[in-house]
């Protein structure tokens, strides 16, 4: 009895003295979210003209205490919708907000090859466009809308555009929906439009430009989201909505899958700030500002479990 005493006082004396691990900590190397964090800044991609979403605010200097580089724009360079999401980011992170306006072509085809951590940019959630991104909850949902000139009398309903010309962004879900491939998770799509001749642009800025020359002259009807749509009839536009809405959009924080560093806990954590966002109604209220309603109480509700976002 006394001997095996002696042996279970040795082996926990023995124990006490043996080294401890220390626990994993995620590195610079191989952790998106420690890598920012090292860093001290969030690179974050946007449209430079997509307002009321985001856009450059002309003749504007940069931070002068910025730790951000001279090719990317600081917080005061920029506002709009999405860029107050990003920068409510940044902040939950701790961190400054730099931003860049790549291509949307390219932000969308996912590979971005480290070059910037995040995309805030109205990215709708496609099952597609999953295959090379993962999406954060959606911060909102707007309605798809259909533009035409306000002298059109022809077109009555969204079937009326079908052969016809439809300008729409390259890339995007406007130019999937016209091309019947569109997928979005959870929803059931009615494609009205068939057989459309597809014109693309890098966004609706330029589409509405074009249809606002005149009736059939370079277009005859646009895709767009309904902020948009309702900024340019504000702004003087001669264009008007045709009909109701062609399918809801859910807007969402993207992340490269490509990246070479592992974005789990960052995506973790942009998901848990945006559905604090929504429940303490801060979404609702830059909604209301920049687009004149509110257009997060569908992605508030929206289940992104649903979309299996296995690494």
Same mark, same amino acid.
């Given at each position: 009895?006394? $001997? ?12 006490? %003295? ?49 730790? %951000? ?25 701790? +961190?400054?907000? %730099? ?50 000139? !306000? ?14 010309? +439809? ?14 491939? /569109? ?34 002259? !370079? ?17 003087? !536009? ?22 070479? $560093?592992?974005?789990?806990?960052? /995506? ?6 945006? $559905? ?24 508030? $509700?929206?289940? /992104? ?7």
């Amino acid at each position: 009895m006394k $001997r095996t005493a002696g042996m279970l006082l040795s082996i926990l004396v023995l124990t006490a %003295c043996a080294p401890v691990s220390p626990p994993l900590v995620p590195t610079p190397q191989k952790d998106k979210l420690a890598e920012i964090l090292a860093r001290g800044t969030l690179v974050i991609a946007t449209d430079a003209d997509y307002a009321p979403q985001s856009r450059l605010v002309e003749d504007t200097t940069p931070d002068p205490n910025t730790k %951000c580089s001279p090719a990317q724009y600081t917080s005061n360079q920029i506002i709009g919708f999405d860029v107050d999401v990003a920068v409510a980011v940044a902040d939950r992170l701790g +961190v400054e907000p %730099c931003f860049v306006t790549p291509p949307w072509s390219q932000l969308v085809a996912g590979h971005w090859g480290d070059n910037w951590d995040i995309h805030v940019g109205s990215v709708a959630i496609t099952s597609e466009r999953i295959s090379v991104l993962y999406f954060s909850q959606p911060y909102y949902a707007t309605p798809t809308m259909l533009l035409v000139h !306000k002298d059109n009398l022809i077109f009555q309903q969204a079937e009326d555009l079908s052969g016809k010309r +439809v300008g729409v962004c390259v890339g995007c879900t406007f130019e999937a929906y016209l091309q019947g491939t /569109l997928q979005i998770p959870g929803e059931q799509i009615e494609y009205r439009i068939h057989n459309a001749q597809i014109v693309g642009y890098e966004n609706e800025g330029p589409a509405i430009e074009d249809l606002a020359a005149g009736d059939g002259v !370079k277009l005859d009807a646009v895709i767009t989201i309904l902020p948009l749509a309702e900024q340019a009839i504000a702004a003087g !536009k001669p264009i008007k909505i045709l009909g109701g809405p062609l399918l809801f959009a859910y807007a969402s924080i993207t992340l490269d899958r490509s990246s070479r $560093r592992d974005p789990g806990r960052l /995506l973790d954590q942009i998901s848990s700030l945006i $559905r604090e966002l929504h429940e303490n109604s801060t979404l609702k209220q830059w909604s209301m500002k920049y687009q004149g309603r509110d257009l997060t109480q569908e992605a508030a $509700r929206f289940d /992104l479990s649903a979309l299996n976002q296995a690494p």
